[in-house]
């Protein structure tokens, strides 16, 4: 079991560059999530699904795009990269929505944009 | 107002020495869920314990124990017997109702464990 699995783990981008970070999970969970991680500000959601087909915004959604086409896999898209973008991004997964539930992280992609 | 505040932004200790992680949550909701998570250096986000509103029991796990005081709206952790494995940026996040995806993060605690 990899868990939640995460592509690119560095990625360095120039301003107006787009990229798709890959978010993997091989536990059945129906739930996916991105973060982003910006220091002194905790963990803010950006997009999350709740099923295969189905994408929903979170906090901080403006200048990403997402897509859950299978339900293991969760793709975060910047269509023009801005330095405000710069971050790590955390992919996450759970197996229902709510309650007790945890989440599962994924190790994290740190985003450059110059 | 749904909120997580861990107004200790970093905290250094000696090794063996005891710690104390606080955390102050708001939240209107009568029922909600409480956890922790540890970062480590390398980066990933684990999953350390979790709480619902009903229960209020104290839990112990090794060297690790928290408190759960609805009086105060608290959930602290306390890391007993410091060791430098233990140093590690540590979240505490509030999920404000059953039936909700959201998942609140306060802006965490970096401990610092000194041989």
């Known amino acids: 079991n990899a868990g939640v699995t995460q592509t690119p783990k560095f990625r360095v981008l120039k301003t107006g560059q787009s990229m798709t970070l890959l978010c993997a999970q091989d536990?059945?969970?129906?739930?996916m999530y991105w973060y982003r991680q910006d220091p002194g500000m905790g963990l803010r959601l950006i997009h999350y699904s709740v099923g295969e087909g189905t994408t929903a915004k979170g906090e901080v959604p403006d200048g990403y795009n997402v897509s859950r086409l299978k339900k293991q896999n969760f793709l975060l898209g910047l269509e023009s990269a801005a330095p405000s973008q710069t971050s790590v991004y955390f992919c996450?997964?759970?197996?229902?929505?709510?309650?007790?539930?945890?989440?599962?992280f994924g190790p994290g992609t740190r985003l450059t944009v110059l | 107002a749904q909120k997580v505040t861990q107004a200790q932004t970093e905290i250094s200790v000696v090794e063996k020495e005891d710690v104390t992680l606080d955390c102050v949550y708001e939240?209107?909701?009568?029922?909600?869920?409480l956890f922790w998570y540890k970062q480590p250096p390398s980066g990933e986000l684990v999953f350390l314990i979790r709480?619902?509103?009903?229960?209020?029991q104290n839990e112990i796990s090794g060297r690790y124990s928290w408190n759960f005081q609805k009086s105060t709206s608290s959930f602290n952790f306390t890391i007993t017997a410091s060791q430098v494995v233990d140093s590690a940026v540590y979240f505490c996040?509030?999920?404000?109702?059953?039936?909700?995806?959201?998942?609140?993060f306060g802006t965490g605690t970096r401990l610092q464990v000194f041989p």
């Open positions: 996450a997964s759970s197996t229902d929505r709510g309650g007790y539930n945890e989440q599962f």
């Open positions: 939240t209107r909701d009568t029922t909600y869920y």
């Open positions: 996040a509030l999920r404000p109702s059953y039936n909700t995806d959201k998942l609140i």
């Open positions: 709480r619902n509103s009903f229960d209020e």
């Open positions: 536990m059945n969970h129906e739930y």
